[in-house]
């Protein structure tokens, strides 16, 4: 090949490598540009320098769910690093050869390229032929425009890079053709390996039991309460930061494969509310969000972090749901039932609509002190509506305070000072109301001096734990799940099972617990001691389903064409169990109700993890 075409060749390399720079630079403009992008990267610590390391280099939320994504994340980090190899090697090579010294290293280069090309047609072929998730559409669809070039690239590195006669035309036409790539990444689906690298140094990593804050009620004035931005109603309310975490979407459809009401016909595919969103940001940016998708889609989400946690390019889905839920409550685009709660918890103090006066009297009369009246006590015993109220639920705190007194522990309670604990509120988007009575709670518990409490309820232990001290820093409490107590007075011998309950068990995990919260091996601890058998059902622990009741879903219903907790009902007695499990009495609520659906209620049994150590003789 003479030296005109060779020049020709690096020239257009050239060209196009700063092009592509152009490109991806206008691009970032939409972030705030390279400034703004440097100083987020110069501030990053040592923990956000690990999660880029982790999350992006190494591909690691891909294996944080297991199974089919983490099969999916090996070939994806194959077919991407290999077609890397290949480009970087051939520009070296191509600079050896300008240098005369390529030809010494062919041998090398041609296995290195050889291995690599058939590491990158492998990583591809699979990918295109692994089983497509409910909800998908064909992987080779899915794929587009970056790994059709890639299969465009293979023959020229790989076949024609074997011939002797034209290896220098080869390694040209490689450099020729490899940053058209590059070129395409700013308008293609190949943005989201950009976007999600920049996300990990923009947008710290989240507690997934707390949602953000927008506003903080005890640090507003009469000047400034009316200029706070409640929500996200119209496209132009997507600030920078979340634009940037949409934009990491890769369209895998992972996150329609795990989500409860995506699986039973609901009106929500957490995918699509990415997908449309980010695109109505650039298309149609004076739109309301809910002109692009219905109400219903996000009354339909219950905030059981599914999508969240098998996201393996980190998109944070439920801030966004609870952000455009919070405009609407704002703007009262709200049915009854929802009224009706936020109503009931204002004038009550409850969301289950009945005078709090009594509240706990039936306790009392089980020998449980009030905490304004007892003297000392171990732990003050948080209730909850469900479990003052709901006649079922009154039975798993009724075995709870029973096997606690076996074991030598002394709870009190708050009577009617006992108020909601604020998250149905705030999981339905009523922020203000939910930081008055969080607000209200913490002076109640200080003015009481307490020191811990323990409580069944998965929202209520998840509440108080990740979202009280933001609103008040000197909120400093130990709060305990029920489960973790009894965990502990069985590991100290102070909770003995003389028996077990004859057959089968699993555990229904809550997703405030398990997934939100990771106490997963603690009620197995206690489940194991007290059943004969035990079985793990396939979706358990982190990875578990939704029972349909959280995020306030259980006081409204949406459009489905199955009940959540039916779903989920079917797949745990497949297990061929007697007992169900549960740690929350919504939670029991809903498997119970199911199972009555499905005329299942006289062979399977639900339990809480205090009736099964009082059933089993603790």
């Given at each position: 090949?003479?030296?005109?075409?060779?020049?020709?060749?690096?020239?257009?390399?050239l060209i196009l490598l700063i092009a592509s720079?152009?490109?991806?630079?206008?691009?970032?403009?939409?972030?705030?540009?390279?400034?703004?992008?440097?100083?987020?990267?110069?501030?990053?610590?040592?923990?956000?320098w690990n999660r880029f390391l982790m999350e992006?280099?190494?591909?690691?939320?891909?294996?944080?769910?297991?199974?089919?994504?983490?099969?999916?994340?090996?070939?994806?980090?194959?077919?991407?690093?290999?077609?890397?190899?290949?480009?970087?090697?051939?520009?070296?090579?191509?600079?050896?050869?300008?240098?005369?010294?390529?030809?010494?290293?062919?041998?090398?280069?041609?296995?290195?390229?050889?291995?690599?090309?058939?590491?990158?047609?492998?990583?591809?072929?699979?990918?295109?032929?692994?089983?497509?998730?409910?909800?998908?559409?064909?992987?080779?669809?899915?794929?587009?425009?970056?790994?059709?070039?890639?299969?465009?690239?293979?023959?020229?590195?790989?076949?024609?890079?074997?011939?002797?006669?034209?290896?220098?035309?080869?390694?040209?036409?490689?450099?020729?053709?490899?940053?058209?790539?590059?070129?395409?990444?700013?308008?293609?689906?190949?943005?989201?390996?950009?976007?999600?690298?920049?996300?990990?140094?923009?947008?710290?990593?989240?507690?997934?039991?707390?949602?953000?804050?927008?506003?903080?009620?005890?640090?507003?004035?009469?000047?400034?309460?009316?200029?706070?931005?409640?929500?996200?109603?119209?496209?132009?309310?997507?600030?920078?930061?979340?634009?940037?975490?949409?934009?990491?979407?890769?369209?895998?459809?992972?996150?329609?494969?795990?989500?409860?009401?995506?699986?039973?016909?609901?009106?929500?595919?957490?995918?699509?509310?990415?997908?449309?969103?980010?695109?109505?940001?650039?298309?149609?940016?004076?739109?309301?969000?809910?002109?692009?998708?219905?109400?219903?889609?996000?009354?339909?989400?219950?905030?059981?972090?599914?999508?969240?946690?098998?996201?393996?390019?980190?998109?944070?889905?439920?801030?966004?749901?609870?952000?455009?839920?919070?405009?609407?409550?704002?703007?009262?685009?709200?049915?009854?039932?929802?009224?009706?709660?936020?109503?009931?918890?204002?004038?009550?103090?409850n969301s289950m609509g009945a005078p709090n006066?009594?509240?706990?009297?039936?306790?009392?009369?089980?020998?449980?002190?009030?905490?304004?009246?007892?003297?000392?006590?171990?732990?003050?015993?948080?209730?909850?509506?469900?479990?003052?109220?709901?006649?079922?639920?009154?039975?798993?705190?009724?075995?709870?305070?029973?096997?606690?007194?076996?074991?030598?522990?002394?709870?009190?309670?708050?009577?009617?000072?006992?108020?909601?604990?604020?998250?149905?509120?705030?999981?339905?988007?009523?922020?203000?109301?939910?930081?008055?009575?969080?607000?209200?709670?913490?002076?109640?518990?200080?003015?009481?001096?307490?020191?811990?409490?323990?409580?069944?309820?998965?929202?209520?232990?998840?509440?108080?734990?990740?979202?009280?001290?933001?609103?008040?820093?000197?909120?400093?409490?130990?709060?305990?799940?029920?489960?973790?107590?009894?965990?502990?007075?069985?590991?100290?011998?102070?909770?003995?099972?003389?028996?077990?309950?004859?057959?089968?068990?699993?555990?229904?995990?809550?997703?405030?617990?398990?997934?939100?919260?990771?106490?997963?091996?603690?009620?197995?601890?206690?489940?194991?001691?007290?059943?004969?058998?035990?079985?793990?059902?396939?979706?358990?622990?982190?990875?578990?389903?939704?029972?349909?009741?959280?995020?306030?879903?259980?006081?409204?219903?949406?459009?489905?064409?199955?009940?959540?907790?039916?779903?989920?009902?079917?797949?745990?007695?497949?297990?061929?169990?007697?007992?169900?499990?549960?740690?929350?009495?919504?939670?029991?609520?809903?498997?119970?109700?199911?199972?009555?659906?499905?005329?299942?209620?006289?062979?399977?049994?639900?339990?809480?993890?205090?009736?099964?150590?009082?059933?089993?003789?603790?």
């Amino acid at each position: 090949m003479n030296n005109a075409v060779w020049i020709a060749s690096i020239s257009i390399y050239l060209i196009l490598l700063i092009a592509s720079i152009l490109g991806i630079t206008h691009r970032l403009k939409e972030y705030g540009g390279l400034r703004k992008i440097f100083s987020y990267i110069s501030m990053a610590d040592s923990n956000t320098w690990n999660r880029f390391l982790m999350e992006v280099v190494l591909q690691g939320r891909f294996f944080r769910w297991g199974g089919e994504p983490a099969i999916e994340g090996v070939f994806r980090g194959v077919a991407l690093y290999s077609y890397m190899l290949i480009m970087v090697l051939s520009l070296l090579y191509a600079i050896l050869l300008l240098l005369e010294v390529g030809p010494i290293l062919r041998p090398l280069h041609t296995l290195i390229a050889v291995i690599g090309a058939v590491a990158l047609v492998s990583g591809v072929v699979i990918l295109v032929n692994m089983r497509p998730r409910e909800g998908k559409r064909s992987w080779l669809i899915e794929l587009g425009v970056r790994d059709l070039a890639y299969l465009a690239v293979i023959p020229i590195l790989g076949g024609v890079a074997l011939s002797s006669l034209y290896y220098r035309e080869a390694i040209a036409l490689a450099l020729a053709i490899s940053p058209i790539i590059i070129l395409l990444t700013p308008r293609t689906r190949f943005w989201y390996n950009v976007a999600s690298a920049l996300n990990v140094f923009i947008n710290k990593q989240r507690n997934p039991g707390k949602l953000p804050t927008p506003f903080k009620l005890s640090e507003l004035s009469e000047e400034t309460i009316d200029k706070i931005k409640v929500g996200v109603g119209f496209l132009t309310d997507i600030e920078t930061e979340r634009l940037v975490n949409l934009d990491s979407c890769a369209n895998c459809g992972l996150c329609d494969s795990v989500c409860p009401a995506y699986a039973v016909g609901r009106p929500l595919s957490p995918r699509k509310v990415v997908l449309v969103t980010r695109q109505g940001v650039r298309m149609d940016p004076g739109k309301q969000v809910v002109d692009l998708l219905q109400d219903d889609t996000f009354w339909a989400c219950t905030t059981c972090g599914a999508c969240v946690e098998i996201c393996p390019m980190g998109v944070d889905h439920v801030p966004l749901i609870v952000d455009v839920r919070r405009w609407l409550v704002f703007n009262s685009k709200m049915d009854q039932k929802k009224i009706s709660l936020i109503s009931s918890i204002a004038q009550n103090g409850n969301s289950m609509g009945a005078p709090n006066y009594g509240r706990h009297d039936w306790i009392r009369k089980l020998g449980v002190q009030l905490a304004e009246e007892a003297g000392e006590y171990d732990y003050l015993l948080w209730v909850g509506c469900m479990g003052s109220f709901d006649d079922r639920a009154r039975k798993a705190i009724q075995a709870f305070i029973e096997v606690l007194k076996e074991a030598g522990i002394r709870v009190a309670v708050l009577g009617d000072l006992e108020m909601c604990c604020g998250d149905p509120l705030r999981r339905l988007g009523e922020e203000s109301r939910f930081q008055d009575i969080a607000l209200r709670n913490i002076d109640l518990f200080k003015r009481l001096g307490v020191k811990r409490i323990v409580t069944i309820c998965p929202h209520g232990f998840n509440t108080f734990k990740n979202e009280y001290k933001e609103l008040d820093p000197t909120f400093d409490v130990e709060i305990l799940h029920h489960s973790q107590l009894l965990s502990k007075l069985v590991e100290e011998g102070r909770i003995k099972p003389r028996s077990k309950i004859s057959g089968a068990a699993t555990i229904h995990d809550s997703c405030y617990i398990a997934r939100i919260n990771r106490i997963e091996e603690e009620p197995r601890r206690i489940v194991r001691i007290s059943s004969e058998t035990y079985k793990e059902a396939r979706r358990s622990g982190y990875r578990t389903f939704c029972c349909g009741a959280g995020g306030s879903n259980y006081w409204y219903d949406v459009p489905e064409k199955k009940r959540i907790s039916v779903e989920r009902v079917e797949e745990l007695a497949s297990l061929g169990v007697n007992t169900i499990v549960a740690e929350c009495p919504f939670c029991i609520a809903m498997l119970e109700d199911a199972l009555r659906n499905l005329g299942l209620d006289k062979d399977i049994k639900v339990k809480d993890l205090s009736e099964m150590l009082r059933e089993a003789g603790a």
